[in-house]
């Protein structure tokens, strides 16, 4: 499964210039994201595979929005010694992942 990922060629993914905001962010302007306002929740866990949600806000134009938040639920698998990206997802609204995820420490 992880070698179906679009984190296996993730140069070509990104060359097709996704929209990885979601619109959020308009075509050209400077973001990143910042786990600092962040939360995680653990949909589930086994020795091999775990999925995890996380939410984050948008840094855009070098300042930390005060309301822009995102969310994904990443699933990874144990493979060849390390865990592997198999998939990533919207599974959970921003309020809901907010109302029931732990707070990051710190923050990157």
């Known amino acids: 499964m992880a ?6 060629d ?3 993914y990104l060359a097709a210039e ?5 619109g959020i962010v308009a075509k050209g302007t400077e973001y990143n ?9 653990v949909e589930s866990a086994s020795d ?3 999925v995890v949600s996380i939410g984050s806000g948008f840094v855009v134009d070098g300042s930390l929005s005060p309301s822009l ?4 639920t990443v699933s990874l698998e ?3 010694g390390g865990w592997v990206v198999s998939g990533a997802e919207g599974t959970r609204t921003v ?3 907010y109302e029931i995820g732990t707070t990051f420490t710190g923050g990157c």
């Open 95 to 97: 309020s809901d992942l």
């Open 10 to 12: 993730l140069p070509k």
């Open 18 to 22: 996704p929209d990885l905001s979601g």
């Open 69 to 72: 938040r995102s969310t994904i």
């Open 3 to 8: 070698s179906e990922s679009f984190t296996s």
């Open 78 to 80: 144990w493979s060849d």
């Open 48 to 50: 091999d595979e775990i």
């Open 33 to 41: 994201m910042n786990t600092v306002p962040g939360v995680w929740f």
